[in-house]
């Protein structure tokens, strides 16, 4: 029961950074920019935050779900988020890639993005409720240690395969930074526009 509750937050968790986002869009131009070993520090750090953010959320999802403007705090949040990942990629487009880089830095970036990761708590609140309400899961304590633990190898696996396929496409097409940072740059301000376009439609449109 414990392997198989470690596996489902594994499997839950893996399939959840799968879409492109503010963590996995930062993870690879951390990599592209800063190489393997200093996304590696981030990865581990992020995940570490992963686990405690996990077990908070997976406790508070029943009580979460019940809150009216969730969805739309969260939305204009990551439109925030997306603006400033962007803005700060756009302004560092031209600017090369360091030599050196300490590890504090990708660990703390790590820790910084482990906390604002707004887009989590739907997941979870969805992911967990499901999970918990179809005794797929315990909801006691030991159970949600086991499964935030789960989570978080859940999270560095699929954030660690996200590394080596954006090393193996820099290697094989020779990307300049000022291309992949004004992409990476790009994809944040589609992300902020996306969550825009779908507040507007939920106020204007869609209750008409």
């Known amino acids: 029961m414990i392997f198989l509750t ?9 399939i959840g950074y ?20 200093q996304a590696v520090h981030f990865i581990i750090a992020f995940s570490c935050v992963e686990f405690f953010f996990t077990y908070f959320i997976m406790h508070a999802a029943r009580w979460l779900s019940g809150q009216v403007h969730l969805d739309t705090v969260i939305d204009w949040v990551m439109v925030v988020l997306f603006t400033v990942l962007g803005g700060i990629t756009w302004m560092h487009r031209k600017k090369p890639p360091e030599t050196n880089y300490s590890e504090r830095d990708s660990i703390k970036y790590g820790i910084l993005l482990g906390f604002l990761n707004p887009m989590q ?4 609140m969805i992911t967990g409720t499901y999970l918990i309400t179809h005794e797929w899961i315990d909801d006691g304590k ?6 935030s633990i789960g989570s978080a190898a859940g999270a560095f696996l699929c ?4 590394a080596k396929f954006a090393k193996y496409i820099q290697s094989k097409f020779a990307l300049s930074t000022k291309v992949i940072n ?10 902020a526009a996306y969550h825009v376009v779908k507040q507007v439609y939920l106020v204007f449109f869609k209750h008409r």
């Open 159 to 162: 954030l660690f395969l996200y």
């Open 142 to 147: 030991i159970a949600l240690v086991i499964f």
């Open 182 to 191: 004004t992409a990476i740059a790009i994809l944040f301000f589609a992300f």
């Open 121 to 124: 708590i739907p997941f979870w």
């Open 18 to 37: 799968i879409p492109p986002g503010n963590i996995n869009l930062t993870l690879v131009q951390v990599t592209l920019n800063r190489g393997l070993k």
């Open 6 to 14: 470690f596996f489902i937050g594994l499997i839950a968790n893996f």
